[in-house]
C-alpha cells in the first residue's frame, strides 16, 4: 500500500505542531496525500500563525488553537500525537475507548514504509553531534554510488524530529534498501519497541534516562537479528551484564583513541568520543577512513551544545541549552572546566531524571552554580541549596543569570549555560532559551 492509498480520504487529526512548527513538513506531506488533517494545538493562533497560514494555503481542513477538544477527535480515522503529547493525555481518554488509531510519526512511518537498514542514534545525550558526524559520511557514500551505477542505487535518509524536515515526509522518496538515521528520542524508545522496531545498526551514545525503558536500557533491541550490530562506549557494553541482555547482534566497542592524531580533528574530549561512534559506524557500511577524515576535520559543534558565544574580557561565555538531562551537563562540566574555573547557569522544567551523580559532581567543577525558575529547579532546590563547596544563587530570568555570572566569573573563567532540565514557563522550547542566553551574553 502506497501512503496515498492509506492517507486519501482519511479524516487524521494531528496534536500538535511543535515547539517551532517541526510538524509542518508532515502536515503537508498528509495533506499532499489526501488526507483531511484537522490540526489541534494548545498554543495561540498567534504563535502558530505563519505555519497555519502555510498549511491552510496547502489545503488543511480545520485547526483549532488553545484547546483540544475530545469530542472532535472521536469522528478521527487516525490520531497522530507529536512528542509533546503522551498516550495517556486525558482528551485522548475517549478516543482510545472508541478504538480510533493514535500513532506518533515513528511509529506510523515504519508500519507505511518499504524495509529499510534503520540506524538508530540513541542516548540521553549527544544523539544530535553523533547524527551529524555520520549523516554527511553515509549521505558521500550513498552519493558516489548513485553517481557509479544510476538511478535505483541505496540512499541515505536522516530522521530528526527536531529538523523541521518531518518523519512521514520521507514516505515520498524512501525506497526498499535504502538506509534510514534516525536520532531516536529516548520518550519513542517505549513506541518503537511496541511496534517491533528494532534498529539494524544500534549506537549507543550515552546511558539512557530510566524512563525511557521498562525493564533495561536494551529492551529496543530484541528484535534485533545477528547480522545487526550495536556500538557503544565500553560502559554501556559492559552494563549488558547488569542488566541481564544477551544480544543476538554483534556488539563494536569504542573508545576516543580510535581517532588518530593525525586527523587533527578539534573537537573536546565528549566530541572525540562521538566521533569514534561515528567512525565505528562508517567502517561497518564499508566507507574509506579518508572520507570520514575529511568530513571529521570539517565538522563544527552544533548550535545550543557547547557552542561558544562570546569573550568578555577574558570571559568565555558558552550556551549548551539543548541539555535537558543532567548527564549531558556532566559532559558539558567535565568537557569545560578547568580548575574548578567554571559559573554554572542551571535548572527549568522538571524531566524526571536522578541528579545524584550530578550533584556529586558539580563541586568538583564549578565555583558558582546559578538556578534558574522552573518546575524541576523547584523540586530539586533543597538538595542544589546544600550542595558544598559552590556558591548557589537564583535568578528569576536568563538575563538576570549572565548579568550574575559576569558579576561571580574571575578572570579566565568559562560561564556555561547548561539547564539539565527541559524548558518550560517562558522558555517554549530549548531553542527558545538558547536564543534569549546568546541575546544576553552578547548585550554585555
Known sequence: MTSRDYFKGKRVALIGLGPHGEMAEDAKFMIK????????DLRSEARLKSHLVFLRSMGLANYICGSIPADDLLDMDI????????????????AKEQKILIEYPETLFFKLAPPVTLVGVMGSCGKATVVSMLAPMLEEACDSAMRKNGEGSQQCFTADPESGDGILAHLKKIKSGDILIMRIEESMMRELENVR????????VSPLSRFSYNESPFDILKYQTYNNFIIASDEIIDSTRLYKFQPKAK?????????????EFTGRAHDRENAALALQASRLFKIEDDITE????NWKSLKGRLEFIKKVKSIEFYNDSASIAPSSTIAGIISLSENRNLVLILGGADGGFDYRELYATLPQYAHTIIL???????????????????????????????????EHARAN????????????????????????????????
Open 413 to 444: 573563567d568559562r560561564v556555561l549555560f547548561s539547564p539539565g532540565f527541559d524548558a518550560g514557563g517562558f522558555d517554549v522550547s530549548r531553542k527558545e532559551r538558547g536564543e534569549r542566553f546568546v541575546r544576553a551574553v552578547r548585550g554585555l
Open 251 to 263: 556488539m563494536l566497542r569504542t573508545k576516543a583513541v580510535l581517532i588518530p592524531d593525525l586527523w
Open 197 to 204: 522496531i528494532s534498529p539494524h545498526v544500534a549506537i549507543y
Open 294 to 297: 575529511r568530513i571529521l576535520r
Open 372 to 406: 534558574l525558575p522552573g518546575s524541576g529547579t523547584m523540586k530539586e532546590r533543597r538538595v542544589l541549596q546544600k550542595i558544598d563547596h559552590s556558591k548557589i544563587l537564583s535568578a528569576p530570568s536568563i538575563e538576570e543569570a549572565v548579568r550574575l555570572a559576569n
Open 33 to 40: 496525500q489526501g488526507a483531511l488533517l484537522s490540526v489541534y
Open 79 to 94: 490520531i497522530i500525537l507529536s512528542h509533546e503529547y503522551p498516550r495517556d493525555s486525558t482528551f485522548l481518554k475517549a
